[in-house]
Nanobody
Framework: QVQLVESGGGLVQAGGSLRLSCAASGSSVSLNIMGWYRQAPGKQRELVATITRGGITTYADSVKGRFTISRDNAKNTAYLQMNSLEPEDTAVYYC???????????WGQGTQVTVSS
């Protein structure tokens, strides 16, 4: 079983930046795809960005050009650099990782990001 712990959330003004981290622990299996999702109040959880072990990335249209996902395989850690933040980015951000041959999935507990106007 893989445990994921997010950090780096907080309160920031519109136009500001934050960097989220997601540290994985608890298993020696390789992490396949890692991703960031977010859930705003009253809305469904949505995909923000994903990254494969080899570094191939995908982004939601709403964050393209503003957010950058990256990972350090040696540290089993993924990052989400968020620039030019907008109030609409306010949400709880969750880290997700797929791992092992059975492609199991783990989720972190979430970190709050609040962008004030």
């Amino acid at each position: 079983q893989v445990q994921l712990v997010e950090s780096g959330g907080g309160l920031v003004q519109a136009g500001g930046s934050l960097r989220l981290s997601c540290a994985a622990s608890g298993s020696s299996v390789s992490l396949n795809i890692m991703g960031w999702y977010r859930q705003a109040p009253g809305k469904q959880r949505e995909l923000v960005a994903t990254i494969t072990r080899g570094g191939i990335t995908t982004y939601a249209d709403s964050v393209k050009g503003r957010f950058t996902i990256s990972r350090d395989n040696a540290k089993n850690t993924a990052y989400l650099q968020m620039n030019s933040l907008e109030p609409e980015d306010t949400a709880v951000y969750y880290c997700n990782a797929e791992y092992g041959l059975l492609r199991r999935v783990s989720w972190g507990q979430g970190t709050q990001v609040t962008v004030s106007s």
